[in-house]
């Protein structure tokens, strides 16, 4: 009878991901991760070629995270790529590593903004479609300058610079929203 595996790959995965998510991808090592899990290194080595691949596997859990997060983010915002932007920025505060894992690390390979942000339920697209049907003449331009500021803030909420309460920062996203659209 074959013997039962003990460490299976959807457990050195949950733990990676839980590792990942509380210290950082950079803290990721296999030697961290077995101690997590109370093995040795050789488990890890047998379900993943290299830490490459398991690095990989992080990242698009890190996706999913994401993508959960702004379907269940709640705001009473109507403005046009508000929602997103609140979102984002309480990302950022609230799962800090893996924000800084998917929008400021070399992990993110060829995967552009626009396709980290639209993810699986075309978050982007829809706000551009409803920018364009709220009469912004050049919607993919509004986001361009929207989202530089929004990431701004995204990246002063990590530095600990970020203080706005959330109706100051709906109230600057929409002046920005009404002056340039």
Excluded at 23 to 49: D, H
Excluded at 59 to 68: C, E, L, M, R
Excluded at 139 to 153: A, D, N, R, T
Aim: include cysteine.
């Amino acid at each position: 009878m074959a013997r039962k595996e003990l460490i299976t790959k959807d457990k050195i995965g949950e733990t990676a991901f839980a590792l990942a998510k509380k210290e950082g991808i950079e803290n990721v090592t296999a030697r961290k991760l077995a101690a997590q899990i109370g093995c040795s290194t050789q488990p890890i080595f047998r379900v993943y070629a290299n830490m490459s691949e398991l690095y990989a596997e992080i990242y698009q859990k890190a996706i999913s995270n994401f993508g959960d997060y702004y379907e269940n983010y709640k705001s009473e915002v109507d403005t046009p790529f508000l929602h997103l932007g609140l979102a984002y920025i309480n990302y950022a505060k609230d799962e800090s590593k893996l924000f800084q894992l998917l929008f400021q690390s070399e992990y993110r390979g060829d995967r552009g903004l626009f396709e980290l942000l639209n993810g699986r339920t075309a978050a982007v697209s829809r706000e551009i479609n409803r920018a364009s049907a709220a009469g912004c003449q050049n919607p993919s331009s509004l986001f361009m300058k929207l989202w530089i500021f929004i990431h701004g803030c995204a990246c002063m909420v990590l530095t600990g610079d970020y203080d706005l309460t959330e109706e100051e920062t709906i109230e600057l996203l929409e002046d920005i929203y009404k002056n340039c659209s």
